[in-house]
């Protein structure tokens, strides 16, 4: 009996794939990194958009979540075994399994996330992470209230040290005397997904004043906002030696009855800095904008523009394999404003940033990337 079935969703695949051919629609396949489509950071941008790409130009989507890494080349294989039109890994961890399934399959277009492969049927969508992490870094430094941040990466791999080097680069501009605190969850792929790791962290960095923690670790990042949730400030009487509050941006900005609650007396707000995609809201803890969020930015990471151009070209017989970098000037990275945070960031620091921003576009700062 588990062998008919077996057969018959095998069947049923196979004759929704050729249909789909037969009709003309664009297939397109997207195998996902650890931490799952809906990680609210890297992976969900990419699910976005072919989201985007599926509404506006009519293709059809199928993804692939694998439960252990070592499966992602069987789901890329998978996809291209049914002919999809395109194929897309996500994350530089799954570079060896498409750049392989692309050289079985010479004749079909394949997407790689993060990282360039050798293959010549890959458009590999790499992004200047540094660009947009000295952004928020310079808000960063502008804001804390310590002259201690934080930063909390995800794997220790080049990848996430360009975020960290671009941080650090744009607190240091902002405040020079500006102390970055960097910790790593681990050396492993599960680094991405271990938010109690990270919870961890941001504990041990505000116990050394650290009131600005920017998490660049995927899923992991949800344990720095879950952290900042429960805590919300940092108390005068519970600073570390050497440090002191020097500033208090947000005195005047209405904070919420259960804040005045647990941080009455002396203290100044916490703040997370989101990544990937906008997570200013997860910072509206009391589900009201109007009153002080936690998400003071994000670091915007484009990767859902990128995956819908690479669809569109694929669509439009455009398809071109090689590197695409995406930085400031091709807005593949940036700073989020909306509601939730545009009471803590005044339209003066917002025109210091911009500015800042064309600097960097025009080559007058060169942002390190390590």
Same mark, same amino acid.
């Given at each position: ?6 057969l ?8 929704s794939a050729?249909l789909a051919?037969?009709?003309?629609a664009?297939r397109?396949?997207?195998?996902f990194d650890?931490?799952g489509k ?7 941008s990419a ?8 509404k506006?130009?009519g293709v ?6 694998p439960?252990?890494p ?12 049914q ?10 961890a799954?570079?060896a399994s498409?750049?392989?399934v692309?050289?079985?399959? $010479? ?5 790689? #996330?993060d990282?360039?492969?050798p293959?010549?049927?890959?458009a590999?969508l790499v992004?200047?992470?540094?660009e947009?992490?000295?952004?928020v ?6 804001n804390?209230?310590?002259g201690?941040?934080?930063f ?8 996430i040290h ?6 650090t680069?744009?607190?240091k501009?902002a405040n020079p005397r500006a102390?970055?605190?960097?910790q790593?969850?681990?050396?492993? $792929?599960?680094?991405?997904?271990n938010?109690g790791?990270?919870?961890e962290?941001?504990?041990s960095?505000?116990?050394k004043?650290?009131?600005i923690i920017?998490?660049?670790?995927g899923?992991s990042?949800n344990g720095v906002?879950d ?8 108390k005068?009487a519970n600073?570390p030696a050497?440090?002191?509050f020097?500033?208090d ?14 941080c009455?007396?002396?203290t ?5 800095i989101?990544?990937?995609?906008n ?10 904008p ?12 484009? #990767?859902d523009?990128a995956?819908y ?12 394999g090689g ?7 091709e807005?593949?990275?940036g700073?989020a404003m909306?509601?939730y945070?545009?009471?803590?960031i005044p339209?003066?620091q ?9 600097q960097?576009?025009?080559?007058k700062?060169?942002v390190p990337?390590?």
């Open positions: 009996m588990k062998k008919f079935l077996t018959a969703l095998a069947t049923a695949v196979a004759t050729t051919a037969a009709q003309g664009t397109v396949g997207i195998a650890a931490g809906f990680d609210k950071s890297f992976n969900q699910w976005e958009g072919t989201q985007r790409a599926q506006n130009l059809q989507v199928k993804d692939f979540e439960s252990d070592s499966q992602t080349v069987q789901g890329i294989r998978s996809f291209a075994n002919g999809f039109d395109l194929t897309i890994g996500v994350g530089f799954n570079n498409v750049t392989q692309a050289k079985e399959n $010479p004749d079909l277009a394949f997407g790689l #996330v990282d360039i492969s293959a010549k049927n890959v590999s992004f200047s992470e540094q947009g992490s000295y952004l870094g310079y808000l960063a430094g502008l804390s209230s310590t201690v941040v934080g909390v990466g995800g794997m220790d791999v080049p990848l360009k975020f960290e080097a671009g941080y680069a744009g607190v501009a102390k970055v605190i960097a790593y969850v681990g050396t492993t $792929p599960d680094a991405w997904n938010p790791k990270a919870k962290i941001a504990a960095m505000r116990a004043g650290a009131d920017f998490a660049a670790a899923a990042g906002i952290y900042v949730k429960q805590t919300q400030c940092l005068a600073l050497g440090v002191k020097t500033s941006n947000f005195k005047t900005v209405s904070k919420s009855a259960s804040y005045k609650q647990a009455a007396g002396n100044r707000p916490m703040f997370f989101g990544v990937d995609s997570q200013n809201y997860l910072g509206d803890f009391d589900k009201n109007a009153t002080l969020n936690h998400g003071l930015t994000s670091m915007m990471k484009r #990767v523009n995956v151009a690479l669809i569109k070209d694929v669509k439009d017989n455009k398809f071109k590197e695409r970098r995406f930085g400031l000037k807005n593949g990275v700073y909306d509601q945070n545009k009471v803590l339209s003066s917002v025109l210091k940033v911009e500015a800042i921003k064309n960097i576009i025009n080559g700062i060169k990337t390590q």
